[in-house]
């Protein structure tokens, strides 16, 4: 990488990047081809064990390609299994307070109460780096906080001045629910969006969120959103495949 991912979110560049639900090291390499700024593996919500993360990460070192690692929980042994391995950065779920955005800020990088040091992983380089040179990798490493609750969107202003919190992602699916709709068009999700938004350019973090797809994702960018996860490879798949299948039944049935 000429320049890093974190340095992109931090000028603003609009970035594209997708889900990656499936455990394969496979899926990593193709998906290093699309063009993509960046993917996130989702250990969150897909099965990815300890073995199988490491081994998409990898392939993404290998390949020079930027990809975080949405952790099951913002916890200090999750964030530095993804780091350890490779991660360029990680998503953190529900963080919903300042001491949160605090502590996973500080667990992701080295210190005092922060991330274990260790030189032989596939992050430091596997023993081939001095300390020093160790110690200022962490300057490229990438930390999102995901605001998906109401209580973390009162707290915005905090969570995205937070130093080390490179940007902020509102998880517009949970914030739903957490305000009792069963859709994504509420007034209080649209307003909360619009704090979301505003908080993080006062601040200086990336606006990050999920989209189903660029037309959605092109109106997000007049809030300020320049971060997108778009779907997940699963849905390109599920997407192409179906335009297919429609595309040949509709082929003429004389000659058969």
């Keep these: 990488m000429t320049e890093?991912?974190?340095?992109?979110?931090?000028?603003?560049?609009i970035l594209a990047g997708t889900?990656?639900?499936t455990p394969a090291h496979e899926m990593v390499e193709v998906l290093a081809m699309s063009g993509l700024d960046f993917i996130a593996l989702d250990a969150e919500h897909?099965?990815?064990?300890?073995?199988?993360?490491?081994a998409c990460l990898a392939v993404a070192r290998a390949l020079?390609?930027?990809?975080?690692?949405?952790?099951?929980?913002?916890?200090?042994d999750e964030i530095l299994k993804a780091l350890d391995s490779g991660a360029t950065g990680v998503v953190v779920?529900?963080?919903?307070?300042?001491?949160?955005?605090?502590?996973?800020a500080r667990w992701s990088r080295f210190g005092h109460g922060g991330r274990g040091f260790a030189g032989s992983t596939r992050w430091a380089g596997f023993a081939?780096?001095?300390?020093?040179?160790?110690?200022?990798?962490?300057e490229d490493t990438v930390v999102i906080a995901q605001i998906e609750e109401p209580e973390g969107v009162a707290a915005i202003d905090a969570i995205a001045g937070t130093e080390g919190i490179d940007g902020v992602f509102i998880g517009p699916a949970d914030?739903?629910?957490c305000y009792g709709a069963t859709d994504m068009n509420s007034p209080d999700l649209k307003d909360a969006m619009r704090r979301v938004g505003a908080a993080a350019n006062a601040k200086g973090a990336a606006y990050v969120t999920f989209a189903p797809n660029t037309a959605s994702a092109r109106e997000l960018s007049a809030i300020g959103v320049t971060m997108f996860f778009i779907a997940s490879e699963h849905a390109f798949m599920l997407a192409g495949a179906r335009q297919v299948a429609a595309d040949l039944h509709e082929l003429p049935e004389e000659g058969r």
């Design 4 to 13: 890093t991912l974190r340095a992109r979110m931090r000028r603003g560049d």
């Design 64 to 76: 020079d390609f930027p990809t975080l690692v949405r952790v099951p929980a913002g916890t200090p």
């Design 19 to 21: 889900f990656v639900k």
């Design 46 to 54: 897909a099965p990815f064990d300890r073995g199988r993360l490491d």
């Design 175 to 177: 914030l739903s629910v």
């Design 93 to 104: 779920p529900h963080v919903d307070s300042a001491e949160k955005a605090a502590n996973v």
């Design 128 to 138: 081939s780096k001095p300390m020093a040179e160790v110690l200022k990798l962490t």
